[in-house]
């Protein structure tokens, strides 16, 4: 009787009968003189499984933080950035990417943002703005009376006068 049960549960699962016999005897090992190192062969698997996927989530995280800070930093390439030493030893010491690019980069930046803060002090060339370079505006006591005239003809056709 043990012997059908036993084939018809390797037929089930597709075993042939002798492969079925080594895996009731492994699981015999593990619940015997065994077990303590399995479940610490086991529990170091799992936990190089864990390490793993969460040296690939801080990745993705990394290179994710590395495409926002491309659009606020043009220049910013990761892969070159990652040959700086200094700027992976803050990386690794838990900076995130922008601080550790402006520590690395802090010079430079500083110079960038003197040349603009320079460029927005300087006053703008005539032609460029859309304004007129002189402004003037008509004194209404200066018009001559024909001037008045026309223009209260106007205003009374319903025309919006705006001086």
């Known amino acids: 009787m043990e012997e059908e049960l036993k084939r018809s549960q390797t037929e089930e699962a597709g ?3 002798e492969r079925c016999e080594q895996s ?5 090992l593990i619940r015997g003189k065994y ?4 479940l610490k062969a086991l529990g170091e698997a799992l936990s ?18 590395a ?10 390439d990761l892969d070159r950035e990652l040959e700086e030493p200094k ?3 803050l990386l690794n010491s838990g900076v995130d990417p922008k601080t550790a690019y402006e520590v690395v ?11 603009l803060a320079e460029n927005a002090a300087r006053p703008q060339e005539n032609g460029l703005g859309s304004a007129p370079a002189a402004v003037s505006k008509p004194d209404p006591r200066q018009l001559t009376r024909a001037e008045r005239r026309a223009l209260r003809r106007r205003a009374a056709r319903g025309e919006e006068i705006i001086w």
């Open 87 to 89: 700027f992976a030893r």
């Open 15 to 17: 075993l042939p009968e």
């Open 24 to 28: 009731e005897s492994f699981q015999e």
């Open 35 to 38: 077990r303590e190192d399995y």
């Open 48 to 65: 190089a499984q864990a390490r793993e996927s969460d040296r690939y989530l801080a990745y993705r995280e990394l290179l994710t933080q």
């Open 67 to 76: 495409e926002a800070l491309r659009g606020r930093y043009p220049d910013f």
């Open 105 to 115: 980069h802090h010079e430079e930046l500083a110079g960038r943002a003197a040349r």
